[in-house]
């Protein structure tokens, strides 16, 4: 008699109790979850080395960095405020990249979806609010939707590469507002900046109760469940997998590759432009240059993070939103350029796309190691 | 006063210097992307190379007193650039195109990070070569008023356009872009070629971004680059690949992006703004135009993701 237990004992132990089949669920996860948040840190320790580097201590950056977007019941909401745009944008980028496409300018959709829902409010000046604020949605999502439509429309039926229309789309977006900013839609009172007429108080929409933080956070996060919602569970999102996996296959299996293209990219534009229109309605209160903040690029680094899933974005968004929220603070405090917040997430973005080439190397992820053996 | 005297005039008469101007950075970033896409790698982090490019330029500039040595900073540091993307993408499973993209995030963010300082001084130029003394017009002058850089380029684009065809060099570069295994076959390291190839095509955006900061606009701010970096990728295509073609295509972007300032200079202010858009909308149509869902594009390196 013995007091050890062999190993295949302890399989049998825990295939009696119904182990197995939980290890091989968390095998089979693990390694998205895992690798993901590996890089993250090995891309925190380059940054220290970075900020080594230029002589200032990354312990003191990282502790301002905690405090300015996560220490306080203040500087939580600051981060829960940024992240609500960039749920959003970060949806623009993830929903056509499962299809396989690598759309890059959801800038441009938030800057149209603003303009058009800040156009809309000023013209209907006078009706009931809940309408207006309804019609001021329906206009940004329709806003983005047709820009990134386009965009999808112009990749199946033209073969135009994604990538480069998306982001020429971008600048000629913010060249459309600054001329209409500027020109017809001017509020003529506005001198230093131009800007949109302001909305009227009732058209503009207020905070969650009991918080800072406005309403696009729940809708950003809603937008994030229904999109995970669309892809894992219903025939649409099966298809688009499909067809990102392999369009040829796709056509194969007679699926309608093109309408999926237009749809998907239509509603990442539309969920992008919805953004832009809670900038305006929430936050700015007229649409005017500020409506460019660069959600639109950081929304690129949120979705490659959560790569490309909707669930996952939302943690990641809270997270990016609290270094964003932080720069602030890091530059009072610490002397440091407001770019170190760029090259934090330039640097994140390297290490997190070098990390693809690790999936599927290490054993310890391979259900196959857990699976019952005969 | 002169600026009445030849009235409308004075628009074609901007834009050719305009484009004289404005062309040269879009002729750098292209040819080095030309190369780069000629090995089968795709780089869309020259945008990124452009802006650190320019600063580094205006930086050395600024602290040697030397244009020139600013030049080279820029060079190398788009070496570095490149060489980093050449390297990372040689790795299983590592999309060239997306680490393009947080390259150029990358890139701008570290400019703006080492740039602050050199927002405020002011560093001395690169020397042009006024070939329009023979005209009592200071608008002539001024349109021929031309940037040793711009000649550079358009040598260096005959040179490569001869080279691709005729080098051994441009042979390999060539047979890996098109065929990986066929460069195996040959005893070639296609990751070794594109690493080269992509370490020298940032070098030359690098160069691209200083002629930005040193000559024109000429100063570094942090709106220095208006995508030229991304535009000169999609110039390229247009350019089917061909070191000459990307030069007329750079003069005829750099015709566009003058438009607008040269309708300003003659009192047309109204749509600046749109204007201001012609070189994007014009690189869409032309996208539009010379793409097709049915077949390849004549010339595409076969290795070319952006192309497949």
Known sequence: MTDTVSSADVRTILDARGYRPALEWIARRAETFVIPLAALIVGMVLFSLFILAVGKSPVQLYETMWRGGFGSWFSIQNSLSRAAPLLLAALCVALPARLGLVVIGGEGAIVLGGVAAAAIGVALNGAPSVLVIFLMGVGGVAAGGIWIGAVGALRHYRAVNETISSLLMAYIAIALMNHLVEGPLRDPASLNKPSTQPLADIYRIGNIPGMEVHWGLVVGILACLLSWLLIEKTRWGFAARIAGGNVRAAQVQGLAVGPLIVGFTALAGGFAGLAGMLEVAAVQGSANGSLAAGYGYTGILVAFLARHNPLAIIPVAILLGGIDASGGLIQRRMDLPDATVLVLQGMLFIVILFSETFYGRFKLFNPDLWQRST | ?308
């Open chain 2, 1 to 308: 006063m002169e600026t009445t005297d030849i009235g409308l005039w004075g628009v074609p008469l901007a834009m050719l210097g305009g484009a004289i101007r404005v062309s040269t950075p879009f002729i750098f970033v292209s040819l080095g992307e030309a190369i780069t896409e000629r090995s089968g790698r795709i780089n869309l982090g020259l945008e990124g190379t452009l802006v650190f490019g320019a600063m580094s330029a205006y930086a050395v500039a600024v602290m040697t007193g030397s244009p020139w040595l600013g030049l080279a900073a820029a060079g190398v540091a788009g070496l570095c650039f490149g060489l980093f993307h050449g390297w990372i993408c040689k790795f299983p499973k590592v999309n060239d195109i997306a680490i393009g993209i947080a390259l150029m995030l990358f890139g701008t963010g570290l400019a703006f990070f080492f740039g602050k300082p050199f927002i405020q001084p002011s560093a001395p130029d690169l020397p042009a070569i006024p070939f329009g003394t023979w005209s009592d017009i200071p608008q002539v002058q001024a349109a021929l008023n031309v940037n040793v850089l711009f000649l550079i380029g358009a040598a260096l684009a005959v040179f490569l356009w001869w080279a691709f065809r005729n080098t051994r060099i441009g042979l390999i570069v060539r047979v890996v872009g098109d065929s990986a295994d066929a460069a195996r076959a040959m005893g070639l390291n296609p990751n070794t070629v594109r690493l080269l190839a992509t370490g020298v095509g940032g070098a030359l955006a690098g160069i691209g971004g200083a002629y930005l900061s040193l000559y024109y606009p000429g100063s570094w701010t942090e709106r220095i680059s208006s995508g030229q970096g991304l535009m000169a990728v999609a110039l390229v295509i247009f350019a089917r690949w061909n070191p000459l073609g990307c030069f007329a295509a750079a003069l005829l972007f750099g015709g566009a992006g003058a438009l607008g300032p040269a309708l300003q200079s003659v009192g047309v202010t109204q749509g600046y703004y749109l204007f201001y858009a012609a070189p994007y909308i014009l690189t869409l149509i032309i996208m539009i135009a010379t793409s097709s869902p049915s077949r390849a594009l004549a010339g595409a390196p076969g290795e070319l993701s952006i192309t497949r």
